[in-house]
């Protein structure tokens, strides 16, 4: 029987190309989204794949949301928590609201998700879940405060339940893309953007179906002695 696989942030961008990927390799697709109805709309009707509309940032939807997503496909066994959104701004001008909402959807967002969906995985002693950190939560971005904070943080969990995880046959990984051409990246100043490029040894951004194939990997019985890891996939940018 097919697995079911959840990938937050699953209808645009990287996440887009994770439940693609997914789909492609057999699970039964569920996406998450938060915001952009029409994306979503669009996305499942060229895809198939259904979505579903909550923020990880509010706990109680996202169990509400699972619950949802458990009653229509089954109980999840692959996580994806890759929702993630930016508010770059030098720390002299960043404000508590934009420090809060990166905490709130790319630190707590992935406690929130994974929370409600552990305990299924331990009883049925089978789970993967696979966090997308970033190059930035690696080595810090000036502009970043709030989201390099978030996504280092994103190491440290994965890393504390890779442990708990171990006995359960669950695995806990992360992926720190680069920088992967999409619209997150797009909205750097095109200056700005540049530099970075100019910054890559493989001389391009990525590509979100790059790291969709980490995904896949990881979430494999092939990847079952992996957890606790990281996956940088950044081309040469950044080595760990
Ligand atoms: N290092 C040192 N100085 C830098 C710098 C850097 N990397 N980037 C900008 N500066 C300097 C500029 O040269 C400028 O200096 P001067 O004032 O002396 O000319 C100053 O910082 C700019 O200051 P401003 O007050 O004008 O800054 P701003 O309010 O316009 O904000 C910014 C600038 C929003 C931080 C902008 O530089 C930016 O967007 N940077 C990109 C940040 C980034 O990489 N974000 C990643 C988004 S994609 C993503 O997050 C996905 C992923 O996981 C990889």
Request: proline share 4%.
């Amino acid at each position: 029987m097919s697995r079911t696989a959840l990938v937050t942030g699953g209808s645009r961008g990287i996440g887009a190309a994770i439940s693609v990927a997914l789909k492609t390799a057999g699970y039964n697709v569920a996406a998450n989204y938060a915001g952009n109805d029409e994306a979503a709309a669009k996305f499942t009707a060229e895809t198939g794949i259904p979505t579903y509309k909550w923020s990880v940032a509010d706990y109680d939807a996202c169990a509400a949301g699972i619950a949802k997503v458990e009653a229509d496909l089954g109980p999840i066994d692959v996580l994806v928590n890759n929702a993630g959104i930016t508010r770059d701004a030098p720390f002299h001008k960043m404000t508590r609201q934009q420090w809060q909402e990166v905490m709130d959807t790319n630190l707590s967002g992935v406690f929130n998700m994974t929370h409600p969906i552990w305990p299924g995985m331990r009883d049925r002693k089978f789970g993967r879940v696979i966090t997308i950190s970033s190059i930035n939560g690696q080595k810090g971005q000036f502009g970043q405060a709030n989201y390099s904070a978030a996504k280092a943080g994103d190491l440290g969990f994965t890393k504390a339940l890779a442990q708990e995880g171990a006995r359960a046959g669950i695995t806990v990984n992360a992926i720190c893309p680069g920088y992967i051409g999409t619209d997150m990246v797009m909205a750097v100043p095109e200056k700005v953007r540049e530099s970075i490029i100019a910054q890559i040894p493989v001389g391009r951004l990525g590509e979100p179906e790059e790291i969709a194939r980490c995904v896949v990997f990881l979430a494999s019985n092939d990847a079952g002695f992996i957890t606790g890891s990281t996956i940088t996939a950044n081309g040469g940018q950044f080595f760990v």
